[in-house]
Nanobody, 125 residues
Framework: QVQLVESGGGLVQAGGSRRLSCAASGSTFSDFHMGWFRQAPGKEREFVAAIIGSGDSTYYADSVRGRFTISRDNAKNTVYLQMNSLKPEDAAVYYC??????????????????WGQGTQVTVSS
């Protein structure tokens, strides 16, 4: 079992930056690939970024590539999402998740069984 808690959300001005954190507990953190997803009101949850257990490989949605960076510190059982050049369309509740299903791609929410409560990111314009 894995428990995940996101933090770092809040209000940020368009063009600004924000770093989200996801603290994990309850299992061996480094065994899990991790992902970030987001969901805006009235929209489906969408993939943002993913990182493998070692942190050596990362993956991004086209909409955030070049602006967002996912990273992890396995010694701290924490995964991060650095968000730069934020746009109004980035506003959403951001969720971190631990991947447990490998028959689906890293971009699919169905590949992840453990989810945090989410943290709200609001972008003003």
């Amino acid at each position: 079992q894995v428990q995940l808690v996101e933090s770092g959300g809040g209000l940020v001005q368009a063009g600004g930056s924000r770093r989200l954190s996801c603290a994990a507990s309850g299992s061996t953190f480094s065994d899990f690939h991790m992902g970030w997803f987001r969901q805006a009101p009235g929209k489906e949850r969408e993939f943002v970024a993913a990182i493998i257990g070692s942190g050596d490989s990362t993956y991004y949605a086209d909409s955030v590539r070049g602006r967002f960076t996912i990273s992890r510190d396995n010694a701290k059982n924490t995964v991060y999402l650095q968000m730069n050049s934020l746009k109004p369309e980035d506003a959403a509740v951001y969720y971190c998740a631990a991947r447990t299903v490998y028959s689906r791609g890293y971009y699919s929410a169905a590949a992840y069984s453990y989810w945090g409560q989410g943290t709200q990111v609001t972008v003003s314009s």
